[in-house]
C-alpha cells in the first residue's frame, strides 16, 4: 500500500500542472508513473557512479513532460 504514495502524490502534482498549463496532456497517473520510476533510475545510477560526476539538468527531464 506505502509503495504507492509516492505515484498519488505525483499524480496529483501532474493533474493541477495540467490545469495551469505548466505540464503538457496525458493521463496524469501514466505520468506519474514514468516519472518516478525515471527519478528511481536516475538515482540508482548515480548511486551506483560515485566516481564519475554527473550532471542532471531539470530542463531536459521536464521536456518529457
Excluded: H
Excluded at 506505502?2 to 505548466?22: H, L, M, V
Amino acid at each position: 500500500k506505502y509503495r504507492y504514495i509516492p505515484y498519488e502524490i505525483f499524480s496529483n502534482i501532474i493533474e493541477e500542472g495540467q490545469k495551469d498549463g505548466t505540464i503538457g496532456d496525458g493521463n496524469p497517473e501514466e505520468l506519474s508513473f514514468v516519472f518516478w520510476t525515471l527519478m528511481k533510475g536516475l538515482a540508482m545510477q548515480y548511486a551506483a557512479q560515485k566516481d564519475k560526476k554527473i550532471s542532471i539538468n531539470k530542463n531536459i527531464i521536464m521536456k518529457l513532460f
